[in-house]
């Protein structure tokens, strides 16, 4: 059987302002129902599949178990980084895990973002690097080339694959290429792109990084063995962590490798890089109009509308060529050719000072999510949604007094000694000061609006008490 390792620790600022630091572009449901990073789960499931192994980070968490929970996939574990040091060393530490119980185990390395339509057609990939892996190879997955793309990495092959399910040997990795030498490769028919997803056994990639990357293992291996156990997590020991290398899995071991393999692969891939991959990937019309939301195309060519706003409405006239991202904080417009350049704009929102470069609308914690619908002086109105069986933590503030509304649902809600049943249309105060706590013992999700007054409003005047969720 093989393990997936699903990497999603990833900050996705190219699809700014959907995908933001705190809720990148793998948690959102970008062409389906789904979110990317629910649709490679349920890809890389079934009989020849153990259950996944998720590395991630933090903040991100509790948003990989729910989303895993809502499809109906318990992960193996959930390894927490410390902090992101790239992809070598979350591979390594991958690897150190499940060499616990099975050193020869397949894993499958593959990031969480991608977009893969055909799962039967991949699946059929891997059942051909299979056998190469067992026999020690380090296998990777390289796409065959639609157009002269200068935003991947490219493999170099002895020969031109053959249009079929192959192993092939790797003569080595290239840079992204200049425009130039993108139309030079795609010309001669003997490059992929690199897709970043990768095939060998615990042994021959724990193997690699002894010959290639030595100095690495220590500190991965402390950073596995004095984990700790958090809730079902594993949050790898930071102190070792911190001294690992920021450096992909491509420069530590399989640009130095000699047992490289390739599976070429043809039935659709992207790594959804900008806006303009978006575009390609979604459903458009005779003209090559996408929309999304509550959007509204006229006389419009190659465009992309997208509302994310649930009381917006976008409407485009005449645009060709053109991108529009409507988010309740946010809006983007840019020439569709040019959509790689969205990651200058955030980093001038970051200088500016202004949080919606990293912050995303909706705040999601581990018992569900908030949004901000009205601040103003001295004031903040919010929109909560509390999960069934979830619970906020026991807390008090030191600037804000808050009024509950219930919504709809049912809420527990605890102020000092007292503890009461709230239902739809009937609401609480909390004075200042006062200890409290809000719960969901129903089966629904449970929605109430919250009306903050007082001179500050920050998230961080908050003072815990207990916490299921074990937050500082």
Not at 338 to 367: I, M, N, Y
Request: charged letters at 20%.
């Amino acid at each position: 059987m093989i393990t997936p390792v699903l990497l999603c620790g990833g900050s996705g600022t190219r699809l700014w302002p959907l995908s933001r630091r705190s809720y990148p572009k793998q948690f959102a449901a970008l062409l389906s129902d789904e979110s990317l990073f629910q649709t490679s789960a349920k890809r890389l499931s079934g009989p020849d599949y153990a259950t996944p192994l998720v590395v991630t980070n933090a903040e991100f968490r509790f948003i990989v178990t729910e989303q895993l929970a809502a499809i109906g996939v318990d992960p193996a574990a959930v390894l927490i980084e410390p902090e992101g040091r790239n992809t070598a060393p979350a591979v390594l530490a991958a690897a150190l895990w499940l060499e616990k119980t099975d050193p020869d185990a397949l894993m499958l390395v593959a990031p969480s973002d991608h977009v893969i339509p055909d799962a039967e057609a991949f699946r059929a990939a891997l059942d051909a690097g299979t056998p190469a892996a067992q026999a020690g190879r380090l296998v990777t997955f390289g796409i065959t080339p639609t157009h002269a793309e200068t935003g991947y990495g490219w493999l170099e092959l002895e020969t031109a694959p053959n249009g079929g399910a192959e192993v092939l040997d790797l003569i080595r990795f290239v840079e992204k290429p200049d425009a130039e030498n993108a139309k030079i490769m795609l010309d001669q028919g003997r490059f992929l792109w690199n897709a970043g997803i990768f095939l060998f056994s615990v042994a021959t990639i724990l193997k690699a990084f002894e010959t290639h990357a030595p100095e690495m293992i220590p500190a991965a291996r402390q950073a596995v063995e004095q984990g700790r156990t958090d809730l079902g997590f594993l949050r790898l020991a930071p102190e070792p962590w911190a001294g690992l290398d920021d450096i992909s899995i491509d420069y530590a071991v399989m640009e130095r490798a000699d047992n490289l393999s390739v599976v070429p692969y043809s039935a659709g891939w992207s790594d959804l890089g900008d806006w303009q991959a978006v575009l390609r990937e979604m459903d458009r019309d005779g003209d090559g109009v996408a929309t999304g939301g509550n959007a509204l195309a006229i006389d419009c060519h190659d465009t992309l509308l997208r509302s994310e706003a649930e009381a917006m409405e976008l409407v485009g006239i005449g645009l060709d060529g053109i991108v529009v991202i409507a988010m309740p904080d946010a809006v983007l417009v840019a020439d569709a050719s040019r959509s790689q350049e969205v990651k200058v704009a955030v980093a001038a929102l970051k200088a500016k000072g202004a949080k919606q470069a990293t912050a995303f609308p909706k705040d999601h914690r581990p018992w569900g999510w908030f949004e901000t619908l009205v601040l103003g002086g001295r004031f903040q109105v919010k929109r909560i949604v509390v999960h069934p069986g979830a619970a906020l933590s026991l807390q008090s503030h030191h600037h804000r007094s808050e009024h509950w509304i219930v919504v709809s649902g049912t809420a527990k809600v605890t102020i000092g000694d007292e503890v009461k049943l709230l239902s739809e249309n009937q609401s609480v105060y909390v004075p200042l000061g006062a200890t409290h706590r809000m719960e969901n013992p129903g089966k629904v999700d449970m929605v109430l609006i919250e009306v903050q007054t007082g001179s500050y409003l920050g998230e961080d005047d908050i003072v815990r008490y207990e916490d299921v969720y074990a937050r500082d």
